[in-house]
């Protein structure tokens, strides 16, 4: 069992061109990498491959966040289409720098049912996939993520469902955000987190837990969920790491753990720290 550490995005003080982020990690002690493509996929092939080279020398695992800009449910056609080509081109990416899963917000539920909703869904990413292999792309996994507001498609039921029709699907649990949609209800103790990852083992393909990918910070929630992610050291928000460390470290899960605090690297070596402890 491994759990690996890593921040969303450029390290804090790192200067440097992406393809030479890898080798800082790794001096860092960090094991992880995802690449955030969140305000769209503009990398080119040539330095995809090169960071993807770096990261395997390093052995630092890559994974890809795609564009915040998607919304699978949405009632206009060409909404959809969008984030359909936006997922597409971040499989493609994601399969260029050897990434191993592309997370993405799938959408809203608006004014719709959550059958519905997740309906749309299910058929949009089916799409993604046809266009995806006609492009070659057949290594990354598709990683809807656990959404912060409960007015967005991404509880851990809606993405079991999603995953059970479409292929390649796995969950990206970010913990925070599982906190801030139950308005601090939910992730409050190591049992908690046990429960998450039993559902995890019995509704999802197998591959899920090797590893399991995941996002942690401190959240500040209002009425609805998310407000926004803080560093680890502000003791004043939830969850606390150490419950979710204690419970991967007790079942044996294999992990990557992203930090989206705003301190990215820095508390990534943080919740590194937390967990040897432990
Ligand atoms: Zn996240």
């Given at each position: 069992?491994?759990i690996r550490f890593g921040p969303a995005g450029k390290p804090?003080?790192?200067?440097?061109?992406?393809?030479?982020?890898?080798?800082?990690?790794?001096?860092?002690?960090?094991?992880?990498?995802?690449?955030?493509?969140?305000?769209?996929?503009?990398?080119?092939?040539?330095?995809?491959?090169?960071?993807?080279?770096?990261?395997?020398?390093?052995?630092?695992?890559?994974?890809?966040?795609?564009?915040?800009?998607?919304?699978?449910?949405?009632?206009?056609?060409?909404?959809?289409?969008?984030?359909?080509?936006r997922i597409v081109q971040s499989l493609q990416a994601a399969?260029?720098?050897?990434?191993?899963?592309?997370?993405?917000?799938?959408?809203?539920?608006?004014?719709?049912?959550?059958?519905?909703?997740?309906?749309?869904?299910?058929?949009?990413?089916?799409?993604?996939?046809?266009?995806?292999?006609?492009?070659?792309?057949?290594?990354?996994?598709?990683?809807?993520?656990?959404?912060?507001?409960?007015?967005?498609?991404?509880?851990?039921?809606?993405?079991?469902?999603?995953?059970?029709?479409?292929?390649?699907?796995?969950?990206?649990?970010?913990?925070?955000?599982?906190?801030?949609?139950?308005?601090?209800?939910?992730?409050?103790?190591?049992?908690?987190?046990?429960?998450?990852?039993?559902?995890?083992?019995?509704?999802?393909?197998?591959?899920?837990?090797?590893?399991?990918?995941?996002?942690?910070?401190?959240?500040?929630?209002?009425?609805?969920?998310?407000?926004?992610?803080?560093?680890?050291?502000?003791?004043?928000?939830?969850?606390?790491?150490?419950?979710?460390?204690?419970?991967?470290?007790?079942?044996?899960?294999?992990?990557?753990?992203?930090?989206?605090?705003?301190?990215?690297?820095?508390?990534?070596?943080?919740?590194?720290?937390?967990?040897?402890?432990?």
């Open positions: 069992m491994r804090v003080d790192f200067k440097g061109p992406m393809e030479k982020v890898p080798s800082y990690l790794a001096e860092l002690g960090l094991d992880a990498l995802e690449y955030e493509a969140v305000r769209g996929v503009n990398i080119k092939e040539e330095k995809a491959r090169l960071l993807g080279e770096e990261a395997v020398k390093y052995d630092v695992i890559m994974s890809l966040h795609a564009p915040y800009f998607i919304n699978l449910a949405a009632d206009k056609q060409e909404t959809v289409e969008a984030s359909i080509r399969e260029w720098m050897k990434a191993y899963i592309v997370v993405f917000h799938p959408g809203y539920f608006k004014n719709l049912a959550r059958e519905e909703a997740l309906r749309r869904t299910i058929e949009a990413l089916n799409r993604v996939w046809e266009e995806a292999r006609v492009l070659g792309v057949s290594k990354p996994w598709l990683g809807p993520e656990t959404t912060g507001k409960s007015s967005q498609i991404g509880s851990l039921e809606d993405l079991a469902e999603i995953c059970s029709a479409v292929d390649r699907c796995r969950p990206t649990v970010d913990w925070a955000h599982l906190y801030a949609r139950s308005e601090g209800g939910h992730i409050l103790s190591k049992d908690h987190v046990v429960k998450v990852i039993d559902f995890i083992e019995k509704h999802f393909d197998p591959e899920a837990l090797k590893p399991l990918h995941q996002h942690f910070s401190r959240i500040e929630y209002g009425k609805g969920g998310e407000r926004r992610h803080h560093v680890i050291a502000a003791q004043e928000y939830g969850p606390e790491f150490r419950h979710v460390c204690e419970a991967l470290k007790e079942l044996g899960v294999d992990s990557v753990i992203i930090s989206e605090s705003p301190l990215l690297d820095r508390d990534a070596l943080v919740m590194k720290e937390i967990c040897e402890q432990l």
